[in-house]
């Protein structure tokens, strides 16, 4: 599988493509980072299709092998690479991993890094090779609220007992705290007595959906300002 590596034949379109000086400059490159199915990734990609995103996914790194995300990139085109922890395990640990992820991240020139659904602790080995700023994750809850994993479940179950009644999705810098740093797009959800579990969870993903896409644009355009 190889990533598009020249504009299309033709006039070239304005999505992933435009005219700079004269010249067919191209679209900012992402790398997106996962572990599970893939559905942000989905976002992205028919994002940068439709053209709603001039960006264009150079390349999808999952730390799980059996990720369904892998298939959504391959379907797509993208090259797509697997790096598993557990490689590092006897050599080197987590930090071994980081900076082999860090090159074979970097090998793709990415403009931005993205982490969407990917449950790895990227440490310094990882950030210091890019800038915390071209690192971005999204997270199912609001700045300060909720850090690790299943925050959609832990917001509902909260809710059932009284004690929530909003919940959010946000995208932020990535830093070494879990889901903490600058935040660049939030957006808040609120919990609706008696909501079942499923349709909740279904309102959180098509927020993340269109929060990340949108932080993505945004930080593409603060970076090019
Ligand atoms: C998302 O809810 C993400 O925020 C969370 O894991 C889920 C991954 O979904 N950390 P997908 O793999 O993008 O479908």
Redesign the pocket.
């Known amino acids: 599988m190889t990533a598009r590596d020249g504009p299309p034949p033709g006039r070239p379109r304005d999505t992933g493509w435009g005219l700079q000086g004269g010249r067919v400059a191209e679209a900012p490159s992402l790398v997106v980072l996962?572990s599970?199915?893939?559905?942000?990734?989905g976002a992205l990609l028919d994002a940068c299709r439709s053209g709603a995103l001039r960006a264009r996914v150079v390349a999808v790194v999952s730390n799980r092998a059996d990720a369904g995300?892998l298939r959504r990139a391959e379907a797509a085109g993208i090259p797509t690479v697997v790096s598993l922890l557990s490689t590092f395990r006897t050599v080197g640990g987590r930090p071994a991993f980081d900076a082999h992820l860090a090159e074979l991240v970097a090998a793709f020139q990415p403009d931005l890094v993205i982490c969407?659904?990917f449950l790895h602790l990227l440490s310094a080995a990882f950030l210091d090779r890019f800038g915390a700023g071209r690192v971005l994750n999204?997270?199912?809850a609001l700045p300060g609220e909720l850090p690790g994993l299943d925050a959609?479940r832990r917001a509902w179950d909260e809710a059932q007992a009284g004690r929530r009644t909003r919940t959010g999705v946000m995208v932020h810098e990535v830093v070494v705290e879990v889901d903490a740093g600058p935040v660049v797009r939030q957006a808040q959800v609120e919990l609706v007595p008696g909501e079942a579990f499923d349709a909740f969870a279904a309102r959180m993903?098509a927020a993340?959906h269109r929060v990340l896409v949108d932080a993505v644009r945004q930080r593409l355009q603060e970076l090019s300002a």
Do not use: D
């Open positions: 996962i599970g199915g893939g559905s942000n990734l995300g969407a659904g999204l997270h199912p959609i993903h993340e």
